[in-house]
């Protein structure tokens, strides 16, 4: 279906708002993973599904509001001296606690996160109160590298654990070959966000301890839908041994669902943190949007938005608030289509941004 372009005049610019998606690209940076200790999210799953993936390229939009996916999973940032395994991951300063509502498995994924790079160091499970896997990695590259926007080169990433398989010591080596194949905006049951998409040509080989290869235990594509503030809001994992990028049933799907954000920064791991404001979502909206930002200090702060005579229509935000991210939703059911431009202060600093009201 043919999308509407709608035209907004304002002096000599025109500013041109296509629906569902905005004309513009995001960058995704490290303080935009989920690294606040006290953070949580929730990703909806199911296996074994039929799934559109949409295509890549620039402006796509992809919708995922309307799957049924009956799992639930919770993602929790943990401090890692609280976490069973934290003795292992000595480099780690990013930890998720994974807990899946249907049954008593606690998943703890240790990463290392800079500026640069999100590198994954390995993960422990737990059933109860035994140990069921530990995986530490011996070697590995990152998975991501910071920051990320479409038009990278595409990138190699490795995970090399050695462990036991049958009754063999081996090395496994989980591995792909990365590219960010799209941009655009995807709908979740949460909301509509910007978002770069990235596909991973995915391998799981087997190796003697010698080096000698044994067998691929498997081989698939997957695709991350990447996005500013949320982190991943999408996962698809492709069935083994299909090599159809344009795969029409996936092995597993995982979507977010729910998003809490810690306001107490205090703890977070150590990594620099930015004064941010995000894009709007979504964007065009009718009657209502939310924005979002960071703060990397505490701060006074104020958030405005105007209309393009200059004329304040709305005072969101007026006060000083501890280092966090922070949501504001905005109703604007009051006043007429048109771009809006909101504007954040921070201790004298001032970043802007436009939204698109369109009825």
């Given at each position: ?18 629906s569902?998606?905005?004309?513009a690209?995001?960058t ?6 989920p690294s ?6 929730e990703?909806s ?13 620039t402006?796509?939009?992809w ?10 999973i919770?993602?929790?940032?943990v ?10 991951f000595?480099n780690s ?7 899946k509502?249907?049954n008593?498995?606690?998943?703890y994924?240790?990463?290392h ?6 590198t994954e160091?390995?993960?422990g499970k737990v059933?109860?109160?035994?140990v ?6 011996k ?8 920051p ?10 490795a ?9 063999f010591?081996?090395?496994?080596v989980?591995s792909?070959?990365?590219q ?15 978002c770069?998409r990235?596909r991973?040509d995915h391998?799981?080989?087997?190796y ?5 290869y044994?067998?691929?235990?498997e ?12 982190g991943?809001?999408?996962?698809v994992?492709?069935?083994?041994k ?9 092995k597993?799907?995982n ?5 809490v954000?810690?306001v107490c ?13 995000g894009?709007?979502y979504p964007?065009p909206?009718?009657?209502?949007t ?10 006074n702060?104020?958030?405005q938005?105007?209309?393009l005579?200059?004329q304040e229509?709305?005072l ?10 922070y949501?504001?939703?905005w109703?604007a059911?009051?006043?007429s ?12 600093r001032?970043?802007?941004?436009y939204?698109a009201?369109?009825?």
């Open positions: 279906m043919k999308k509407q372009v709608v035209p907004f005049l304002c002096g000599a610019i025109i500013f041109l708002i296509e569902p998606s905005l004309l690209q995001i995704v940076k490290a303080a935009d993973a606040t200790v006290g953070i949580s999210f990703m799953q199911a296996s074994d599904m039929t799934i559109n993936l949409g295509q890549p390229g402006n796509q939009y919708d995922f509001s309307t799957l049924n996916l009956p799992n639930k919770l993602w929790q940032v401090n890692i001296e609280e976490t069973p395994f934290a003795a292992r000595p300063n990013l930890v998720y606690k994974v807990t509502t249907n008593d498995t606690i998943e994924d240790y990463a996160l800079t500026e640069t790079d999100l160091l390995g993960r059933v109860g109160s035994q069921t896997e530990l995986l530490v990695s070697r590995a590259t990152p998975k991501l590298h910071l990320a926007t479409f038009g990278d080169a595409n990138w190699y990433s995970l090399e654990i050695d462990t036991t398989y049958l009754v010591e081996v090395t496994i989980d792909s070959f990365n960010i194949d799209g941009w655009g905006t995807i709908k979740t049951s949460y909301g509509e966000f910007p770069l990235i991973q391998s799981t080989d087997v003697t301890a010698a080096g000698a044994l067998l691929t235990l081989r698939n594509i997957n695709y991350f839908w990447v996005t500013n503030f949320y991943i809001a999408a996962t994992t492709g069935k083994n299909v090599a159809d990028p344009n795969y029409a049933l996936a597993s799907v979507v977010m669902t729910n998003f954000t810690s920064d205090l703890c977070a791991p150590a990594i620099s943190r930015e004064f941010i404001l894009q709007n964007n909206f009718n009657p209502s939310t924005f979002f930002y960071q703060l990397n200090q505490p701060s702060v104020k958030l938005v105007f209309n005579a200059g229509v709305a969101l935000e007026n006060g000083a608030q501890l280092p966090g991210r949501e504001i939703h109703n059911s009051h006043l289509s048109g771009i809006y431009v909101y504007r954040l202060q921070m201790n004298g001032i970043l802007t941004k939204c009201l369109v009825k």
